[in-house]
Structures are given as C-alpha cells and as structure tokens.
C-alpha cells in the first residue's frame, strides 16, 4: 500500500518535458537496436548482425552500429536513474525520510523484475526492464542517500566494467551458436524454455551488470534537475551532446566497420579491442543523446513534439508493444520472417512499428487514458490510489 504521506505518482501537469521526450526519442532507438537480433539463419557476424548483407544492408548496419547499438540502452539507463532521483526529490519534498524513499524504489525495483520477467520469457529475451528493476534493488541505497560522489565513482566503475565484458564481443562465434538463439527453435514451448534461460543469464544478470554504471550517472544528473530546466543548463547540455555523440562515432567506427563487413574479421585482436571502445563510445553516446534531447526540449512544440511526449509517459507500454510487433512477424515459432529478411527490412519494420505506437500514445493522451504497463506499475507499487 502508499506509504502514509506519500505523494504517490507524479501528475502529468507536473512532469519535466524533457525526460519525456527523450524516452519517446528512446524508443526509436531501442526498436532499431532490438529488431536485427530477431533475424536468423543467415550466418554469423558482429554484435548479432547477419554475415550475409547486401550493399544497403551495410550503410545501414554502419549507422546503426555508429548511432543506435550500444547507445540506445545507455541512454535509456540514464534516464532509469533521472526517473529515480525525479522519485527521490519529490517525496523529500513532502517529508518523506529516506529509508521510506529506498523501500519505495526497491518496491518499484521489484515489480519492475516482474515485468522483465514476463517480458522476457513470453516475448524478447533481451528485456531490460528486469535488469534496471535489479539495479534499483541492488543500489537502492546509493540512488537515494548516496553522495555525489559515490554516484560518480559508480558511474565510472560501471563504464569500467561494461567495457571489459563487451570484449566478449569481439570473440568469433560459429554459424552453429550464433543461431542456437529461441528466435531460431519453431516450437513455441522450446522457445519459450530457451527464452527463459537467455533472459536470466543476458538480459538480466549481464545486462544489469553493463548499465548500472549509466544509472548512477542519471541519479546524479538528476540531482542538478539538467533536464527539468534545460533552459538553465544550456551551456552543459551543448557540450555534453557534442562531445559526448562524436565520441560515440569515433570509437564506435571500427567495430562498425566489422559489422558492415568492411573491417576486421571477427575473433582477430583488432576486432575485440574495437569492441570495448564500440561500448565505450556507447557511454558516452547515452550522455550526449540525453544532453541533445534536453535541448530539443528548448524548441519543442506542435503535434509532433506532443506525441514524443505523450510516447515518453508511456514508455513501458511502448517499449513491450514494440515486442509484440516484432514477435508476431519474425521469429521461427511464428511467421518466420526473420530468416529472410535483411537488415534495411527490418529496419523499416522497426520505424513503422514505432511509428504506430507514436500514434497510439498520443491519441492515448488525448483521451486520457495511461498506458496499462505503467498502470500496472504504479498500482503495485503505490498501491490504490486514495479517493
């Protein structure tokens, strides 16, 4: 139930515009970054990408890999983290002490596993939502009560260690393993079962273990408000966005290069230092998306900017629906599509399918009616709201 005194969820009139629009910019991103790991049977290359790509497979694999792979999930950390130090501030505001603030985000954490764990076993085994809802568990404390510079000092052991295990990467993986994959298996229990152990292992455990770092650096974002009043922080989100995307490009280009199939071969030295500094660009690309979004916020207006935000507030519901479109078109237990189609297709797949979504959400808005994962979120942890 709501802790005595607690504000419960923040209203919509009260919300920042720009953590919103990120995560409908987000979206996007993630659906781009998800939808190729859906393809299979088309041999082996980097970071899930087919080893069989045409001329226009390979521009796009090259942008993706540049701006979307490794960026999108890192962005999508740090705004977790803003989102908790957002959570944080206004409960303290109304008087709420900080163990009761940490039992409250652990709650959330909690229910956030729960969701992932659904997510990941019936629909995408790559789910992230569990691995923050761990994070908030595990670092519940920090997040809340820990100082600035103990969140500092996460972030950086976080970039740390994310980037030692995205060496992994880098290793060759034969055609055999990369398509013992739950997308390839064509009977819905066996897949269901291979999903559930590919979640555990990656999209909870090493997944949380690669972004805890971004969520810390969000919490501590959060506590300067960057993005509630990006008109004041206009100077340091214009640096940030700079710097922070052109390092993504820079570091990010070999591997990139990889995937597209016009750079080193997979498995040599090259390739798995090119794939540390790939998930080290990725950090820094998370920032600068975040910082560019904040001044996209300046200029936001219209039915499109609206949408974007409309999205953003429903950005658990989007993020499965997102799923749900991709599952019903390409994996081997359903149509199958995944085993033909090229990387540009699926791409294409991605923005129609966030396209939709964009659509539901703001028609959504204008009726005024939440999206039912953040519902459900929200009921089981503040519980009923009081009448």
């Known amino acids: 139930m709501t802790t005595a005194g607690d504000p419960g969820a923040t209203p919509t009139a009260d919300r920042a515009l720009a953590p919103d629009l990120a995560r409908g ?4 991103l993630i659906a781009l970054a998800n939808v190729h790991t859906y393809l299979y ?9 087919p080893a069989e ?11 993706q890999m540049l701006l979307v792979d490794g960026r999108a999930y890192p962005l999508f950390a740090l705004l977790f983290g803003y989102g908790v130090t957002q959570l944080a501030w206004r409960r303290a505001r109304a008087g709420l002490p900080a163990a009761a603030v940490e039992q409250l985000v652990r709650r959330r954490g909690l ?4 969701i992932g764990f659904l997510h990941g076993v019936l629909l995408f085994s790559g789910d992230i939502v569990g691995a923050y809802g761990l994070v908030a568990v595990a670092l519940a404390v920090l997040l809340v009560s820990g100082s600035d510079r103990a969140l500092l000092t996460t972030a950086g052991a976080g970039v740390v260690v994310g980037t030692l295990l ?16 739950s997308v390839a298996v064509p ?32 919490a501590w974002a959060g506590r300067r408000r960057l993005l509630d009043d990006p008109a004041a922080h206009r100077a340091v989100l214009a640096r940030t966005a700079v710097t922070g995307i052109v390092v993504a490009v820079l570091l990010g280009l070999p591997f990139a290069l990889a995937a597209a199939g016009i750079g080193p071969a997979q498995g040599t030295g090259l390739l798995v230092l090119g794939a540390g500094l790939h ?28 949408a974007l935000a409309a999205c953003g507030r429903r950005s658990l519901s989007c993020y499965l629906a997102q799923s749900v479109a991709f599952v019903a078109l390409l994996p081997a237990w359903t149509l199958g599509l995944g085993a033909r189609a090229g990387v540009a297709e699926a791409a294409l797949l991605a923005v129609g399918t966030w396209l939709v979504v964009l659509l539901v959400a703001a028609a959504s808005e204008r009726a005024g009616y939440r999206g039912p994962a953040e519902t459900l979120l929200r009921r089981l942890t503040y519980g009923r709201p009081r009448r």
Do not use: C, K
Not at 42 to 49: E, F, L, S
Not at 54 to 60: E, F, M, N, T
């Open 25 to 28: 910019g987000m979206l996007l």
């Open 41 to 49: 049977a088309q041999g082996a290359g980097v970071r899930a990408y």
């Open 53 to 63: 790509l045409d001329a226009l497979d390979r521009v796009v694999v090259l942008v």
């Open 111 to 114: 229910v956030m596993i729960g």
């Open 166 to 181: 995205s060496l992994l990467a880098g290793l060759p993986i034969p055609d055999e393993i990369a398509d013992a994959r």
């Open 187 to 218: 009977d819905p229990l066996g897949a269901l079962a291979f999903r559930a152990f590919e979640w555990v292992t990656n999209g909870l455990l090493v997944q949380a273990i690669a972004v805890f770092g971004m969520v810390a650096l969000g």
């Open 279 to 306: 998930t080290l660009g990725g950090y820094a690309g998370g920032a600068g998306l975040a910082a560019a979004f904040g001044l996209l916020a300046l200029r936001a207006a219209g039915p499109v900017a609206a």
